[in-house]
């Protein structure tokens, strides 16, 4: 069980480094590939679109300054990803062997090249701290999870797995299911294992929560038992946030908006609580 092909997303913010760190650590322990995309919706290609469309063309000047921005955002990436494989002894560039590490270049509309770059990966790594501050990291996040159904994890600063307890929220749902599945390779590097369920939280008629097809899954796999714990309070993001903190979880794997994406945004859930929560555990989560 191993992650080969890891995406990390970068927006031109300070949260890209511990988005980059996870990655490149993750792609030593996994001897993967790793592909740093620097996400960002870009300007220049707006005033093409609205110069072509009105019959007219940019100013060289105003060409010049955009093009130029652009190249001072990629060599601050580019010398920052070197640091990074420098401290992590991974090889920087395009090119064969395992681990590396290397940006790619993105042309056209940035979703456009994201679900692009997405179609092969089995891993994406973003960090916390962009999903709060940057607006488009959102909403590469989502794209990532609702359109790609890509597993996303969602880091912290001074990421680690390896030796740290990992918590499953369970429900039985196909969300939860697929985030358990994606995160095997994670599971395998913990010291243990807690599955909790809030029952405030349950939808007994869409999934079945019992934990004996959850326990049997990962026993089948290999990766160890699992302890249970059952969460009589509520409401269900609030209590399972409580609980990772609680158990001292290193990382907590949930399937993302199991119930609808504008009803979590209308009225809180699970995921919006885990995304909210600034100094809890990393996330893998799946839709």
């Not at 890209?16 to 490149?24: N, V």
């Amino acid at each position: 069980m191993s992650y080969k092909r890891i995406v990390a997303l970068t927006f031109g913010h300070a949260g890209d480094f511990a988005a980059l760190e996870a990655a490149a650590a993750l792609g030593v322990t996994h001897q993967a590939h790793v592909a740093v995309f620097p996400f960002a919706l870009d300007p220049a290609l707006d005033l093409v679109s609205y110069g072509m469309l009105f019959g007219t063309t940019l100013p060289e000047e105003t060409s010049a300054a955009i093009l130029a921005g652009q190249a001072e955002q990629r060599g601050r990436l580019e010398t920052l990803c070197r640091h990074i494989c420098n401290e992590a002894d991974l090889v920087y560039g395009d090119g064969e062997g395992l681990p590396r590490l290397h940006v790619l270049q993105p042309a056209g509309r940035a979703e456009i090249a994201l679900s692009h770059a997405l179609t092969l990966a089995d891993l994406v790594v973003v960090s916390q701290e962009s999903l709060t501050a940057v607006p488009v990291a959102h909403d590469a996040f989502s794209q990532v999870l609702l359109q790609q159904r890509a597993p996303v994890l969602v880091v912290r600063q001074d990421f680690e797995v390896s030796g740290q307890r990992v918590m499953v929220a369970w429900d039985g749902s196909a969300e939860a299911g697929r985030a358990v599945r994606q995160a095997l390779p994670l599971v395998a590097m913990a010291s243990s294992t807690v599955a909790v369920q809030c029952r405030q939280g349950l939808d007994r008629q869409a999934a079945d929560p019992a934990f004996e097809p959850l326990l049997a899954y990962l026993k089948t796999h290999g990766v160890g038992g699992a302890e249970i714990e059952i969460l009589d309070e509520g409401p269900e993001g609030g209590a399972l946030v409580a609980a990772a903190a609680r158990l001292k979880a290193g990382l907590v794997i949930a399937g993302a908006y199991g119930r609808t994406q504008l009803r979590e945004a209308l009225f809180g859930g699970a995921t919006r609580a885990f995304l909210d929560d600034r100094v809890g555990p990393s996330l893998l989560l799946a839709h």
